[in-house]
């Protein structure tokens, strides 16, 4: 197994799409991760996208073992927005969707942004820092087998 040589990438929000265009365009086909941080203290959401070649020979660079890239931007906890990259790796659908229902942020231009982990109705974004759950409490009931 050849592991991936990571190069990390910080962008602006106003960067990130044009970034991730020419990203594409160099050869990193494949988006294999999206997620968030939520950086309470510093005040923001950092968004982290894997991304890599398909496969080794669809990178130039192939040679010294396949390239992989971490792109991170960060966007403002109080109106955490970027842009989608759903239509450059339509495979982000779902990374997204699960990002916004989580952390709360909205990524522009998603053709359907809507809860995937939680159900419709719920209130909040579970995985941010300052996430209260205000559900009833539940009992809990041991099972015996």
Known sequence: MITPTWEEIKVEPAKYLETMRALRQDGLNHLSDL???????????E?????????????PRA????RAVRVK??????????????PIWPGANWFEREVWDLFGVDFEGHPDLRRIMTREGFV???LRKDFVD???K??????RH
């Open 35 to 45: 997620t968030a941080v939520d950086w309470k203290d510093r005040g923001v959401i």
């Open 47 to 59: 968004v982290v996208v894997h991304l890599l070649p398909l496969s080794p020979g669809s990178d």
């Open 63 to 66: 040679a010294q073992g396949p």
């Open 73 to 86: 931007t960060e966007v403002d906890r109080d109106r955490p927005v970027v842009a989608s990259v759903t």
């Open 124 to 126: 909040g974004h579970p």
């Open 134 to 136: 205000e559900r009833p």
């Open 138 to 143: 539940r009992e809990r009931v041991a099972r």
